[in-house]
């Protein structure tokens, strides 16, 4: 073991990674230093470190990309390494070098495995010569759109174009015919340049069906490289992931250990000294083949470390220095089954567009029996627009796959989120979907299960007469609760009515009658019992709680053995409930009060067919039309970029321009209006 471990490092990212970077790092002693953009002062990881550096204003290029004031904040506060974390400049080799230059230790590979590596196309050259399984393409930077479509339509449809220096679904699209290539390659080089200031593009074949399975490895500076097991990462939806496992349910032994040796020899071919990602493509016979090494510490990391007993973090900083693996690859035994949601802030039920704003409530559920909280924000802080929407890391380690689902069926219920919106439905109800609990699915499963994108109505309750019994025993409770005022007038004091109906549906004015649900209470020895009487029969639900008005989280046990956790929220005889991903929203009335109800008008909502209105908040960067303009449907009007993404706005129907409201450069918010049509 080396007698020379650092003293004090720095962390050259942001958000939940610099924290897990600042968790390890306390655990081993080693002091901190964090930076952070000017948006960033009051951050979560400004707050954990030892020390803090601002190095600029909020946008990324101009503060956690810009190497100058990176270094210069390691030779200002004396920390001898740098963790570059995951995204930014974790994977540039100019700036490992420039570390290197500086006397400085970078807490990663060596600059020459990164160019080698990190480049996609030098790194499938380099995976052909290591007699590495590669797919069919075209491995040259593309420079025309022309040249594209000619390639693609060579290697055959559908084909996948890459930015050669992308990464977390980035740069890449897939065409399946002349027109989105064309288009996709204009898109890949308009978002590498932005996202990594490299804009070259190149193309393979679309591997149909796949799964998407990566490689950990480790490897030192004694030339010892291990393989630490599989994840599968398929579960993604526009190339980006969104749950990952290890170990896969879809690999077997043999299969794994056959991809662990290429990945190793991979590895040892540059000379591998850190922690590392190597990531193939499976097919449905187990044939696999390279994509890309990632050159630095993944996003889902933990998992690995959970069936591993490994801190990967705390492997890179003694790989770098200068340490030898305390392990060798007959020491690696795989321990039960891990999964982790990423939580991000975008709302599922409007295509996923980021949400930004600040977080009212946000409580993390406990880290107990295997669940893992990975996050880099607090109640009350703010989600700014200029980054990636990632806010938390949920991971779960159980005995074996089925455990680890249950595991990240409760911990999701009891995610608590307010002031923005979080893909947390999205989440839960992937979990509970037949096909992935049945362990059977692939990369298209999130677009061929949900074609329309994921709406209210997706996923349905599994029991709604449940939640309505829930929604009765809010409104009995909250009615307690009134019950207990003091200063009533004697005689005259407030008595509850038994008998409610919950309201749920399409309101009076649709096209579909609401559903009348009659309920009626009774209560003794704290057990609220709602019988809901229907023509044949009385379901009855014995709830046991001690929920009270206010409470974000309801904790009940029904008939004495269903034990459940549902978000609630309150708006006078207004209920929502989340469960397990389904919404259910209702009223909870007396039978008169429902009755009245349907007799109610519904309000139109306003016409906005002529307006184009940004969906997100977000920097407007193009204005594709101007005044006069005649477009058709489909056509591209603008482009809005958000959290790192750029995201296009075509026209729903033809049109003649009338007037342009927004300038470029100009930052938006939600439903500004920004195109007005004729």
Not at 78 to 99: D, I, K, M, T
Request: glycine share 8%.
């Amino acid at each position: 073991m080396t007698t020379n471990m650092f003293k004090k490092i720095l962390i050259a990212n942001r958000g939940e990674i610099a924290c897990r970077v600042i968790k390890t790092a306390k655990k081993m002693g080693i002091k901190t230093v964090a930076v952070y953009s000017e948006v960033d002062k009051e951050a979560r990881h400004v707050q954990l470190a030892d020390e803090a550096i601002c190095i600029g204003p909020a946008p990324s290029r101009e503060s956690y990309l810009v190497m100058d004031r990176i270094i210069q904040a390691c030779k200002d506060t004396g920390a001898q390494a740098v963790h570059p974390g995951y995204g930014f400049l974790s994977e540039n080799a100019q700036f490992a070098r420039r570390c290197e230059e500086e006397g400085i230790v970078f807490i990663g590979p060596k600059y020459q495995s990164i160019a080698a590596m990190g480049d996609k196309i030098a790194s499938k050259k380099l995976a052909l010569e290591a007699k590495v399984n590669t797919i069919p393409g075209f491995n040259e930077a593309i420079e025309k759109s022309e040249d594209a479509v000619k390639i693609a339509q060579e290697i055959g449809y559908p084909v996948m174009i890459k930015a050669s220096a992308g990464g977390g679904g980035k740069g890449l699209r897939v065409a399946h015919n002349d027109k989105e290539a064309h288009e996709g390659f204009a898109a890949c080089r308009a978002e590498a340049l932005s996202s990594f200031g490299d804009d070259r593009v190149f193309i393979e074949k679309f591997v149909e069906g796949p799964r998407h399975i990566e490689i950990q490895v480790l490897g030192d500076s004694h030339g010892n490289v291990v393989y630490l097991g599989e994840r599968d990462c398929s579960i993604q939806r526009r190339h980006q992931k969104v749950i990952e496992e290890a170990p896969s349910p879809f690999i077997d032994p043999v299969t794994r250990k056959a991809m662990g040796e290429q990945a190793v020899a991979l590895a040892k071919a540059v000379n591998y000294q850190s922690a590392g990602t190597v990531e193939f493509v499976v097919g449905k016979d187990k044939t696999f083949y390279f994509l890309e090494m990632n050159t630095r510490l993944q996003v889902e990391h933990p998992v690995t470390e959970n069936i591993t007993g490994l801190d990967l973090v705390e492997q890179m900083i003694r790989v770098a220095a200068g340490e030898k693996l305390a392990f060798k690859q007959e020491d690696i035994k795989l321990d039960g089954w891990s999964m982790e949601c990423r939580i991000n802030a975008d709302d599922p039920f409007r295509n996923f567009l980021p949400s930004t704003g600040r977080l009212v409530k946000y409580r993390p559920p406990e880290e107990i029996d295997g669940v893992r909280v990975d996050t880099g924000v607090y109640e009350g802080g703010e989600i700014p627009m200029y980054y990636d929407s990632m806010i938390a890391k949920l991971i779960v380690h159980g005995k074996d796959r089925k455990e680890a689902i249950e595991k990240m069926r409760a911990a999701l219920n009891d995610f608590v989120i307010r002031g923005i919106h979080s893909n947390i439905p999205f989440q839960a109800a992937l979990l509970q979907h037949p096909r992935f609990v049945s362990g059977d699915f692939t990369t298209g499963f999130i677009a061929e299960e949900y074609p329309d994108g994921f709406q209210k109505d997706s996923v349905q309750p599994a029991d709604p007469k449940r939640l309505a019994a829930l929604a009765a025993f809010m409104r009995y409770r909250y009615l307690q609760h009134i019950q207990m005022i003091d200063g009533q007038l004697a005689g005259h004091e407030m008595t509850i009515a038994k008998r409610f109906v919950v309201v749920t549906g399409s309101r009076v004015g649709s096209k579909e009658k609401p559903i009348d649900i009659p309920i009626r209470m009774d209560v003794k020895d704290g057990v609220y019992s709602a019988y809901i009487e229907e023509a044949d029969e009385i379901s009855r639900y014995d709830i046991v709680s001690n929920w009270r008005p206010g409470q974000i989280c309801l904790r009940a046990t029904i008939n004495g053995k269903s034990k459940i956790t549902a978000q609630v929220r309150r708006h006078g005889v207004q209920y929502q409930l989340v469960l397990d991903g389904a919404q259910y929203e209702c009223m909870v009335l007396s039978p008169l009060g429902a009755e009245l109800q349907h007799r109610m008008p519904v309000k139109l909502a306003p016409d906005t067919s002529k307006l184009v209105m940004s969906p997100m908040p977000g920097l407007l960067t193009q204005i594709a039309v101007k005044v006069g303009d005649s477009v058709t449907a489909g056509q591209k009007l603008a482009a809005i970029e958000a959290m790192k993404m750029e995201n296009t706005l075509s026209a729903l129907q033809d049109g003649v321009i009338a007037e342009i409201c927004a300038n470029v450069g100009e930052s938006l918010a939600v439903d500004q209006l920004i195109i007005r049509f004729e």
